[in-house]
């Protein structure tokens, strides 16, 4: 039987959200909610398989929008040219993922979800995704997170993203030469400096920064999802994140016109 993945649960309390001053006070708002639509943390049943939260719908509340608008405008990048992110820049809505390469729902996503949000509504316009690196297991969710950023470097993060996902990898699977090997295999064209940048100060900082972003609006398990502010946990089916989006860019629209 598959032992579960570790949980949540061991993120320190000095890592926890600090609700200090006015704009820290709406991102705990967002925090509760995010609590009622439940956590994607990885546990496992009787069989040993992975289950994933379930969705609960929020009713429409002006202050409630306030606290996704604005943690929309403190998470959603934006930034051209960024190797972590698909769409375009001005996109009436930006999907925002914490996720770590260990994470068997992540790797989900990456693999079912994800490519139909592409075709359905990125190649449209409507739609950004960006990528957050939020390392819960270890050592070996910290490589494999440097190593995307180190391919992002090469403008090959996506290819080596959709190879960490293609398969369940954990512990000894990302050690150091088997990620230049999955690198090689995704077409990073200078493997010296993919490994020069893996293990550099700046990827370090790049971790830094997306954890620490995460930890601070609340992000406890993986995945989780912004969509332009709300939170959606979890793995959902495909269908869940395109009404999100959907409904979203009405939002967007309706907000453009008034």
């Not at 606290?67 to 972590?84: H, I, Q």
């Amino acid at each position: 039987m598959p032992k579960s993945a570790p949980t949540a649960s061991a993120v320190t309390p000095a890592r926890k959200l600090a609700a200090v001053g006015a704009v820290i006070a709406l991102v705990v708002a967002v925090l509760a909610i995010a609590v009622a639509v439940g956590k994607a943390v990885e546990s496992g049943d009787r069989t040993g398989e992975p289950k994933a939260a379930a969705s609960v719908h929020t009713e429409e509340d002006p202050a409630q929008q306030k606290a996704f608008d604005d943690l929309a405008r403190r998470t959603s990048r934006r930034e051209a040219g960024d190797p972590l992110a698909v769409g375009r820049k001005d996109a009436p809505v930006v999907l925002v993922e914490y996720a770590d390469y260990q994470c068997s729902f992540c790797g989900r996503f990456a693999r079912e979800t994800q490519p139909e949000l592409i075709k359905k509504f990125v190649d449209a316009g409507t739609l950004r995704i960006e990528f957050r690196n939020f390392t819960l297991f270890g050592d070996a969710s910290e490589r494999a997170a440097r190593a995307s950023w180190a391919a992002g470097r090469q403008g090959k993060f996506w290819q080596l993203h959709d190879a960490l996902y293609a398969t369940t990898r954990k512990g000894d699977a990302l050690a150091e030469d088997k990620l230049v090997d999955l690198a090689r295999q995704s077409g990073v064209p200078d493997l010296e400096k993919f490994r020069t940048d893996m293990g550099s100060a700046a990827a370090k900082r790049a971790l830094k920064r997306d954890q620490d972003e995460g930890y601070q609006i609340g992000v406890q398990s993986t995945p989780s999802f912004l969509v332009n502010g709300r939170p959606v946990s979890g793995a959902q089916p495909t269908d869940v994140f395109a009404q999100a989006v959907q409904d979203a860019a009405a939002r967007a629209h309706k907000a453009a016109a008034e």
